[in-house]
């Protein structure tokens, strides 16, 4: 009787052991055919996207290949010339030389060296005439999204003695020695991509931005995460936008931001 009980108590320890093997299978399983079909998906949008801007560049005259470097220079200039000959400040953003500038009618009112960057990998397969159907003309900011006030406004109260003068101080002074603000912002063009500045003073403290919960970027990305798992579950493909993500010193992203007229003129030198 004893030993029935000891093959049947091992009896029902193989079946659990077996049936873990099973669901820890049926998990991996899973897990590939989600991230096979969000490749998939993933690879069809970018395609797609590549055919709208061949579609947009068309009647443009065939380009020479051999010729992509002299082309890139006489799409940044053509499109430097014509932002200038409009009335508001603009933006151009040179990426060879790492750079990036407000400008009023050609003269350069700020500049900032760009300390890090990134674009998205639809920007590297551009041939000719995409890239010149893209930056050949300055590009219009349709959208701003940051993470601090663009225009923040403030009502100040004259302080009725000298006390309540040293209190004001003392509080501005307490304000200041908070933790800094995390600037970054975004803006949506008008010819389908995002460029996204990120204001840091290091490549340490642009690392730590990153991290999890880390205000306006986290929440993009999250929502980012959230819309393709939305797409995977319906089988359909996620949206897909280039990005061109830049990093500068703080103080001149706040700055940029907040000089930058809303419909402002943008030029751009990959």
Known sequence: MKENSVEDFDSLFVKEKSGRKYIILIIVL??????????????????????????????????????FTQLKEKAWLESRIKMANGDSIGLS???????????????????SKIRDCSISGFFRKMDGNVYFAMFGTPLSIQQFKSSIAKNPFKIVEAPKDTIAAQAAADAAAKKDSLADENVFWTVKLDRGFDLDIQGIDSIAE???????????????????????????????????????????????????????PRNALVTIRI
Request: net charge positive.
């Open 206 to 260: 642009a690392q730590k931005k990153y991290e999890l919960g880390k205000g306006f970027e986290f929440e993009r990305n999250l929502k980012n995460i959230a819309s393709s798992f939305q797409h995977i579950l319906r089988f359909s493909k996620p949206d897909y936008t280039p990005e061109i993500l830049i990093s500068i010193p703080e103080n001149e992203a706040k700055a940029i931001l907040r000089a930058l």
């Open 30 to 67: 899973s897990v590939l055919a989600l991230t096979s079909v969000y490749t998939y998906l993933s690879v069809s949008a970018v395609r797609d996207r590549m055919k709208i801007a061949h579609v947009q560049s068309q009647g443009s005259p065939e380009i020479n290949s051999d010729l």
């Open 93 to 111: 953003i040179d990426l060879e030389q790492r750079r990036i500038q407000l400008e009023l009618k050609g003269v350069v009112i700020l500049s």
